[in-house]
């Protein structure tokens, strides 16, 4: 290398590192090489964590993996593909991505994948098919387990006394559903205004302010007052108590425990006491999926009104994937899989498992696989004792290489640097160690 180049070289490095689109890099064998600091926050790994990125990276397979590893096979670039996922944190993500084979004098060295963070920007413009036409209210909500229908009945005294309400709940869980409910029921002239709180934008609450000044009768949804920084918490309450006595009903929503965000200063203590008159608690989807099929069904029914489908069930092996699968993104991830799964019926009456997105059936079919993270060893995570560990991390890591190389023992060996034998001998003995786990 050219000595000028070399001397840019830490130079590159910093800006790759932090750039504020997500970078990973494969090299030929499909082993990741570079990841950096967004694409880990993207992908929501704790700061904690990364003591341990040596090792990540040795395991680093994810959603990317298939894109990155069809543009090393095909040498052609993948460009603006938008992906809407629930990274390990249950965090809601959209990203564009742009995978590019990367060549060094015209000879192909690796891929590497560029992702736009556009999750903020899709909060604005996604319009799912729940929200047609009409008001929210409580009817529109899919309530058929215990714990919905307790949800309902305390937002339903909440909206008759008109107290301050806060809802908690993981993404997708319904909370705006309920905060649009609980409007619906309090008022019937009032408007709703709703104060998305994912920025840094320190004219938020002004802008808010102006806008209220012209309503007489309104609510105020503060959409997961956690994500707003805490001088800005400040704000808002000091604006929240000013207005409360003047026709302003006021109704916030965070993502995690209100305790725990405020052991972590993530939450003022005094905001989450104005709200806290009323608190609500969402279940994740995944302890209640008594919810899933009923809201299936209503969903179906809506499609039939709104595009005139003749859709009307599911197949019992489609039904049997959704029962199983845990709904990290919660039912908003559902209706997300419904749009991309309906959007291919013609004139079919039953969503057939065939019907559903690939990444979904591959979720589904691998919901025991151990992931990157699952090898990453850190405070609060009970240690495994070290055969246990390096057996784990041996299957892992032998059968991302089998998939690597479709299947095949010979080429799958030489990217490992053993025999064939040798290969075979230890996925015979994984299989049997799986038989009789
Ligand atoms: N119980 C439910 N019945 C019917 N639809 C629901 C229900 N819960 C959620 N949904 C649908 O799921 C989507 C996500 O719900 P919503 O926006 O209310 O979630 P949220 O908890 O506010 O999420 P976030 O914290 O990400 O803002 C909505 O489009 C809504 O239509």
């Given at each position: 290398m050219k000595t000028v180049e070399k001397d840019l070289l830490p130079f590159y490095h910093f800006a790759a590192e932090h750039a504020a689109v997500g970078i990973h890099a494969i090299d030929l064998k499909g082993k990741t090489?570079?990841?950096n600091q967004k694409m880990r926050e993207i992908e929501g790994f704790?700061?904690?964590?990364?003591a341990d990125r040596s090792l990540l990276e040795l395991f680093r397979f994810d959603q990317h993996e298939s894109t990155l590893l069809q543009v090393l096979q095909s040498g052609k670039a993948v460009l603006n593909v938008k992906q809407t996922y629930w990274n390990r944190?249950?965090?809601?993500?959209?990203?564009?991505?742009?995978?590019?084979?990367?060549?060094?004098?015209?000879?192909?060295?690796?891929?590497?994948e560029l992702s736009r963070d556009v999750t903020k920007l899709e909060k604005v413009v996604y319009q799912p098919l729940k929200k047609y036409e009409e008001p929210i209210t409580f009817s529109s909500i899919t309530a058929i387990s215990e714990s919905m229908r307790k949800v309902i009945q305390t937002a339903e005294k909440a909206a008759t006394l008109k107290l301050p309400v806060l809802l908690v709940g993981e993404s997708g869980t319904g909370k705006e559903l309920i905060a649009e409910s609980i409007h619906s029921a309090s008022s019937s002239s009032g408007q709703l205004f709703t104060l998305y709180c994912h920025?840094?934008?320190?004219?938020?609450?002004?802008?808010?302010?102006?806008?209220?000044a012209d309503t007489p009768h309104r609510t105020v949804y503060c959409e997961r007052i956690d994500l707003l920084p805490l001088p800005l918490q400040s704000h808002l309450l000091q604006m929240a108590k000013e207005l409360s006595n003047q026709n302003t009903y006021f109704i916030a929503s965070v993502g995690e425990d209100p305790v725990e965000l405020i052991a972590s200063q993530k939450l003022s203590k005094e905001l989450y006491y104005f709200f806290s008159a009323m608190t609500i608690q969402l279940e994740p989807l995944r302890n209640r999926k008594e919810d899933v099929m009923p809201f299936v069904y209503d969903y179906l029914s809506r499609h039939r009104m709104k595009f005139g489908s003749v859709v009307r069930s599911l197949t019992k092996e489609a039904e049997e994937m959704f029962l199983k699968y845990d709904w990290p993104g919660n039912l908003k991830e559902l209706e997300l899989?419904?749009?991309e799964a309906t959007s291919l019926l013609t004139t079919e009456e039953s969503l057939t498992a065939e019907l559903l997105p690939q990444h979904f059936k591959w979720k589904t079919m691998n919901k025991h696989a151990l992931n990157p993270e699952d090898f990453i060893v850190h405070s609060g995570k009970e240690m495994l004792p070290l055969d246990d560990y390096l057996q784990e991390?041996?299957?892992?890591?032998?059968k991302k290489a089998m998939d690597l190389h479709g299947g095949n023992v010979t080429k799958a060996a030489a990217a490992l640097g053993m025999s064939r034998q040798n290969l075979q001998y230890r996925l015979r003995k994984i299989k049997k160690n799986e038989a009789q786990t």
């Open positions: 090489i570079f990841y704790d700061y904690e964590e990364l944190k249950g965090q809601e993500i959209t990203t564009i991505n742009d995978t590019h084979p990367v060549f060094d004098e015209k000879v192909l060295v690796g891929a590497i920025g840094t934008d320190s004219q938020l609450i002004d802008r808010l302010q102006e806008d209220l899989l419904l749009d991390a041996e299957s892992y890591y032998l």
